[in-house]
């Protein structure tokens, strides 16, 4: 189940499916590519990705809320939506879940378009740049 924080409570979060968004999974949030790249990337381009009809950049990791918040909060954009996955179920069912010894179950990095709930794409890189030129 995904979540959201809102006014500091952890709340259900439902993908939106009926707008065009960007779901971008990382392997987790104060991690230094998903820190210095990955999500200013998308800071830098929300306007630029809402000319091609993007309707809102969605962050996932398997965190939880209040993680994600502050993530986001300190290096983020208020209309970027920073969810946890917090026992990595939703990651799992799209087959992005990855282990590791030093992070343990994670996201792997990954970039998918959602059109009105339905995936329409899973691109090739996850980074901000690839996603504009292939959208």
């Known amino acids: 189940m995904l979540q959201i924080c809102k006014e500091g409570n952890s709340l259900k979060y439902d993908i939106p499916n009926d707008k065009k968004v960007i779901v971008c999974g990382i392997p987790g949030a104060f991690t230094s590519g998903c820190t210095n790249r990955h999500l200013p990337g998308y800071v830098e381009n929300l306007e630029n990705l809402k000319s091609k009809g993007i309707d809102k950049v969605i962050f996932v990791a398997v ?13 983020g954009h208020s209309e970027i939506d920073a969810v946890g996955d917090l026992k990595g179920e939703y990651t799992n069912s799209i087959g992005e879940i990855k282990e590791s ?3 343990g179950p994670h996201s792997k990095r990954h970039a998918r378009l ?5 995936l329409i794409k899973k691109f090739d890189e996850p980074w901000a740049e690839h996603v504009l030129e292939n959208l």
Do not use: C, I, P, T
């Open 63 to 75: 965190n939880d809320a209040y993680v994600m918040d502050a993530w986001n909060k300190q290096h």
């Open 101 to 103: 010894d030093d992070l």
């Open 114 to 118: 959602y059109e009105n709930g339905s």
